[in-house]
């Protein structure tokens, strides 16, 4: 490994940072993680990441990822009892009016809470030699050395009452705190440009309960499968995710975009997943022991800082994670684009810190162009959600409804329609002249029942 420095600091224990932290391992003396937060003793949601209390699961990029960074990482989750899964095989896809076709594939993702996943890698990180976490310790600022141009540490705050402040003395700091990030800020005192932003308002919401399902029900209702995910599409918007996870429990979220909101009652939420447009969702949790209030979360946009884009930035400092990029949350990528992020980050620094942020952002963004497209593209589907609807995403969007349409009876289809959704393979695979000859064919048998049915899923 390439020895970069003596000294790197990371901004943040969220996944984000504890990714950045397990690719600066191999090329620091020491890494130092601080985080405002404090950790539970247990697997419970803490304050400093409210979507740990929502559903959550790993898709098959991340867990190939984590299994790289931390080898043997899939057995021992599975063994603490995260649930795996055939991503195309062992779940229920519902979207565009229809179910994706099941099919065996090799992909296979994880049903495993936040704060189960996240205590995980931070207990494996924690056993490396030259890692250590300083909890509740807010940072304040970077430390900006003129002369030099460049990012020295960081000034540090502990969250005893003291007001005590120190200064820690880094190579490189990397921000990875989260959407919230101040580093846009903390540039602009020192002289640089905000970097450009892209925000596309989504204004959506939904409630999550965790809950003990009867055997009968899941085997009744949900035919075998593992998992229900139900995206938003025509006419409503509304969706729906059942994911298990570990210790013998089920996730359910229900939401809705604008005002169209599942309510916080017990009633009002069975009824809101009553009027989904598939009823395995609902079949399933009306006799469900509940384990958990039911809990609202709020997402008012995507957003984009194209760090990329800057001509002038500081040596000495990266942004990373949430802080780069932000996505609607019910597309499930954000963790997994921290996983492929660490590995661009570990390419760059291969190749020595100078220069390096150049090299990261470039890297970055590529990473997150496919997620930001599915993300954005498929809410600007939403004719109430606001936002610039060009040739290619009306084109995209168009496709994609006649391709998933195909997928229905077709387990190639869905197989290939996954692996990008899972970040496995770039879009431009569902662009092939034998996929579009197969979309092109089941348009057309689509347009004549009596061409040959295909069997959905449920």
């Given at each position: ?12 224990a ?119 976490v ?12 003129l ?20 200064s820690l003395e ?32 989504v ?12 055997p ?10 593992k ?13 729906g995710?059942?994911?298990?996870q ?15 909101q ?10 809101f997943a ?65 996983c492929?992020?660490s ?44 936002g ?33 959704a ?37």
């Amino acid at each position: 490994m390439v020895h970069v420095g003596k000294h790197a600091v990371v901004v943040g224990a969220g996944m984000g940072g504890l990714l950045a932290a397990r690719a600066l391992a191999d090329h620091f003396d020491e890494v130092t993680i601080l985080e405002r937060d404090s950790f539970p003793d247990a697997a419970d949601a803490r304050k400093g990441v409210p979507q740990g209390r929502h559903t959550h699961g790993l898709l098959a990029r991340g867990r190939e990822v984590l299994e790289q960074s931390f080898p043997g990482f899939t057995e021992e989750i599975i063994a603490q009892g995260a649930v795996p899964a055939d991503i195309v095989n062992d779940g229920l896809w519902f979207n565009y009016g229809v179910y994706l076709h099941n099919a065996p594939s090799k992909m296979v993702g994880l049903g495993v809470s936040r704060p189960t996943l996240e205590g995980f890698v931070r207990r494996r990180l924690l056993q490396l030699p030259n890692i250590r976490v300083q909890e509740r310790r807010d940072v304040v600022e970077p430390v900006f050395d003129l002369p030099s141009g460049r990012v020295t540490g960081v000034r540090v705050q502990s969250e005893n009452g003291s007001g005590d402040k120190e200064s820690l003395e880094a190579d490189l700091v990397v921000d990875a705190s989260g959407r919230g990030s101040s580093s846009p800020t903390w540039l602009n005192a020192f002289g640089f440009a905000k970097p450009p932003e892209e925000q596309v308002t989504v204004n959506l919401g939904y409630v999550t309960r965790f809950c003990r399902l009867k055997p009968e029900h899941m085997e009744n209702y949900l035919h075998g499968r593992k998992f229900v995910l139900m995206g938003a599409c025509l006419p409503d918007f509304r969706f729906g995710a059942l994911l298990p996870q570990e210790r013998e429990r089920w996730t359910v979220t229900l939401g809705g975009y604008m005002d169209d909101q599942a309510p916080l009652d017990d009633a009002g939420f069975l009824e809101f997943a009553r009027g989904l447009q598939k009823p395995e969702i609902f079949n399933v949790i009306r006799n469900a022991e509940p384990l958990t209030p039911l809990t609202p979360y709020k997402f008012v946009s995507n957003t984009r800082r194209h760090y990329e884009k800057l001509t002038h930035f500081p040596e000495g400092y990266l942004v990373y994670g949430d802080a780069l990029c932000s996505f609607d949350p019910v597309y499930g990528q954000g963790m997994t684009v921290a996983c492929v992020e660490s590995l661009a980050l570990r390419e760059c620094l291969a190749k020595g810190k100078q220069g390096i942020a150049r090299r990261f952002f470039q890297m970055a963004s590529r990473v997150i162009e496919t997620p930001w497209q599915i993300a954005v593209g498929s809410d600007l589907q939403n004719p109430r959600v606001e936002g610039k609807r060009t040739a290619q995403v009306r084109f995209v969007n168009w496709y994609i409804s006649k391709f998933y349409r195909a997928a229905q009876r077709d387990g190639a289809l869905a197989t290939r329609f996954l692996e990008v959704a899972n970040l496995m393979q770039q879009p431009t695979a569902l662009l092939s002249p034998a996929n579009a000859l197969k979309v092109w064919i089941g348009s057309r048998d689509m347009q004549h029942p009596d061409l040959g049915q295909g069997r959905q899923a449920a």
